[in-house]
């Protein structure tokens, strides 16, 4: 599978890059890429699990929600709502 890949640029400190320039042994575009990549698993995890939560949260409430009510049936009730819309 063939990737396509986009340049993106950003600043650092003078200082620090005149630092990387010395350390010309280490590839700074796969250091950057590597930290990148870890920083987006790790925000995208969170996310999931603030999703797990919503949806566990909700579905407490659903349980919460649904409740018998005497002398009521979801059936006669869709009939009901059918047979209306038919005049």
Same mark, same amino acid.
Do not use: C, P, Q, Y
């Given at each position: ?46 996310? +999931? ?29 869709? +009939? ?8």
């Amino acid at each position: 599978m063939t990737f396509l890949s986009v340049v993106v640029s950003f600043r650092i400190d003078k200082r620090l890059k005149e630092r990387m320039e010395k350390l010309k042994h280490i590839n700074w575009s796969e250091v950057v890429r590597r930290a990148i990549e870890e920083v987006v698993r790790r925000e995208e995890a969170k996310l +999931r699990e603030k999703d797990r939560a919503r949806i566990a949260w909700a579905s407490l409430k659903m349980d919460e929600l649904r409740r018998r009510v005497e002398g009521w049936s979801s059936v006669e009730e869709i +009939r009901r709502w059918r047979e209306g819309r038919g005049r």
